[in-house]
């Protein structure tokens, strides 16, 4: 069957052909921030189209949650909606005056993030992490492979890709044992895919994975900023803190589940079976690539599909305790790392806590990122009809 045309322009490569439709809230020029959803190189507000009704009134705002809350019927309805305009006649007029350049609007953090969590997925990761600060033990800890590990985060300081990052500053380890205070030595990036949930779930009452459709709307590029040093003093016995929640930066575009239906595979193969609130018909994951620059290089190719734990155990384990689900929680994979060197997704694995620094391009060389460094990660997902949906990018420069 041939696809539909599209009559909005869609150029070669863009990441936003019609089959992907994305949501993001955007300002156009000197205008308040709405919804909208990107085609082509263009932004189309959704709080114009339905001006005058509640659904336009929940679009009409500074985030996505009001929206997301309404859940996966109105989800397909507004998604079948859009296909229909933007390969119809009816209302064209009315489309093509709320099309707005991409390159003219600002893009703002798509939705108001309520809890944050982030896992520990990917078992190359995993391993790799490992390995470098327990050489002589067993990579992967007994835990692992029968439950994700993850840990709270900080949602108040998830921004929106663009937005610089502040070097922190924090207590580490110095030369003779005792602490210091000062920036980061060891400032990384981690590369992961975040999910976002809509629609919220009842205190007490766990998700099991075959809900995951009912209550995650879509999918998200995530820099995990993490200063290792810092990290490194703070983390025993309670885990994750002050080294890893200074910024953590999303794309500006929540790429919707039905429109990477094309992407799923199933994960690797789990093996001790997990217990029963984590077994999964058949566990899927997504056929996502990423890819790293630092500047202009490329440093890592990371493939999400290797992930070890799907995104509806990750959700199932969540909340199982009976924590409940609301509307703009972000829960990321953690950083994604394939088998392969070039595929690692941060820079303590690619230059082995530091120990083998990557030349760039311009001669220099990084065992962590330096002032002025800019990291960009991109995602792909195969689509329907052949074509590429694209997550458009998250990126982040660092100041000190
Ligand atoms: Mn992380």
Same mark, same amino acid.
């Given at each position: 069957?041939?696809?539909?045309?599209?009559?909005?322009?869609?150029?070669?490569?863009?990441?936003?052909?019609?089959?992907?439709?994305?949501?993001?809230?955007?300002?156009?020029?000197?205008?308040?921030?709405?919804?909208?959803?990107?085609?082509?190189?263009?932004?189309?507000?959704?709080?114009?189209?339905?001006?005058?009704?509640?659904?336009?009134?929940?679009?009409?705002?500074?985030?996505?949650? +009001?929206?997301?809350?309404?859940?996966?019927?109105?989800?397909?309805?507004? +998604?079948?909606?859009?296909?229909?305009?933007?390969?119809?006649?009816?209302?064209?007029?009315?489309?093509?005056?709320?099309?707005?350049?991409?390159?003219?609007?600002?893009?703002?953090?798509?939705?108001?993030?309520?809890?944050?969590?982030?896992?520990?997925?990917?078992?190359?990761?995993?391993?790799?992490?490992?390995?470098?600060?327990?050489?002589?033990?067993?990579?992967?800890?007994?835990?692992?492979?029968?439950?994700?590990?993850?840990?709270?985060?900080?949602? $108040?300081?998830?921004?929106?890709?663009?937005?610089?990052?502040?070097?922190?500053?924090?207590?580490?380890?110095?030369?003779?044992?005792?602490?210091?205070?000062?920036?980061?030595?060891?400032?990384?990036?981690?590369?992961?895919?975040?999910?976002?949930?809509?629609?919220? *779930?009842?205190? $007490?009452?766990?998700?099991?994975?075959?809900?995951?459709?009912?209550?995650?709307?879509?999918?998200?590029?995530?820099?995990?900023?993490?200063? +290792?040093?810092?990290?490194?003093?703070?983390?025993?016995?309670?885990?994750?803190?002050?080294?890893?929640?200074?910024?953590?930066?999303?794309?500006?575009?929540?790429?919707?589940?039905?429109?990477?239906?094309?992407?799923?595979?199933?994960?690797?193969?789990?093996?001790?079976?997990?217990?029963?609130?984590?077994?999964?018909?058949?566990?899927?994951?997504?056929?996502?690539?990423?890819?790293?620059?630092? $500047?202009?290089?490329?440093? *890592?190719?990371?493939?999400?599909?290797?992930?070890?734990?799907?995104?509806?155990?990750?959700?199932?384990?969540?909340? *199982?305790?009976?924590?409940?689900? +609301?509307?703009?929680?972000?829960?990321?994979?953690?950083?994604?790392?394939?088998?392969?060197?070039?595929?690692? $997704?941060?820079?303590?694995?690619?230059?082995?806590?530091?120990?083998?620094?990557?030349?760039?391009?311009?001669?220099?060389?990084?065992?962590?990122?330096?002032?002025?460094?800019?990291?960009?990660?991109?995602?792909?997902?195969?689509?329907?009809?052949?074509?590429?949906?694209?997550?458009?990018?998250?990126?982040?420069?660092?100041?000190?």
């Amino acid at each position: 069957m041939t696809a539909a045309h599209c009559w909005v322009p869609v150029p070669d490569g863009s990441p936003f052909p019609l089959q992907n439709l994305p949501y993001g809230v955007f300002s156009p020029p000197g205008g308040a921030p709405r919804v909208g959803t990107a085609i082509g190189d263009q932004v189309l507000d959704l709080s114009a189209i339905w001006a005058g009704t509640p659904l336009g009134a929940d679009l009409a705002g500074g985030s996505l949650n +009001r929206f997301l809350r309404r859940g996966p019927r109105e989800w397909a309805y507004v +998604r079948g909606r859009l296909t229909e305009l933007l390969t119809g006649t009816e209302q064209r007029r009315l489309v093509e005056a709320n099309l707005y350049p991409l390159d003219r609007v600002r893009l703002h953090l798509p939705f108001e993030v309520a809890d944050y969590v982030d896992f520990y997925a990917s078992e190359a990761h995993a391993t790799n992490l490992g390995r470098i600060f327990r050489p002589d033990g067993e990579p992967l800890l007994p835990n692992w492979r029968h439950l994700p590990v993850g840990y709270h985060g900080r949602a $108040g300081t998830v921004v929106v890709s663009g937005t610089r990052v502040r070097r922190p500053a924090g207590q580490r380890r110095g030369p003779d044992g005792a602490p210091v205070f000062g920036p980061t030595r060891q400032l990384d990036i981690e590369a992961e895919v975040g999910f976002v949930v809509g629609v919220p *779930s009842a205190p $007490g009452e766990p998700v099991p994975v075959g809900a995951f459709s009912d209550h995650v709307f879509g999918a998200v590029l995530v820099n995990d900023w993490s200063a +290792r040093d810092i990290q490194a003093w703070e983390y025993q016995p309670l885990g994750p803190f002050l080294g890893k929640s200074f910024a953590t930066s999303v794309s500006p575009w929540v790429v919707p589940l039905a429109a990477l239906e094309h992407a799923r595979i199933a994960v690797p193969p789990q093996d001790p079976a997990p217990l029963p609130h984590l077994a999964e018909q058949q566990p899927w994951g997504l056929d996502l690539a990423l890819e790293v620059r630092l $500047g202009d290089a490329v440093v *890592s190719r990371p493939p999400y599909r290797e992930t070890y734990w799907s995104p509806a155990q990750l959700l199932a384990h969540l909340t *199982s305790g009976g924590a409940a689900l +609301r509307t703009g929680d972000l829960y990321a994979s953690g950083t994604v790392s394939g088998r392969l060197p070039d595929q690692r $997704g941060s820079l303590i694995e690619l230059t082995w806590n530091g120990r083998d620094p990557l030349r760039l391009p311009d001669g220099s060389s990084r065992a962590f990122l330096a002032d002025g460094d800019t990291v960009t990660i991109t995602g792909w997902a195969p689509g329907a009809d052949g074509v590429r949906i694209g997550f458009g990018e998250v990126t982040g420069t660092v100041v000190g």
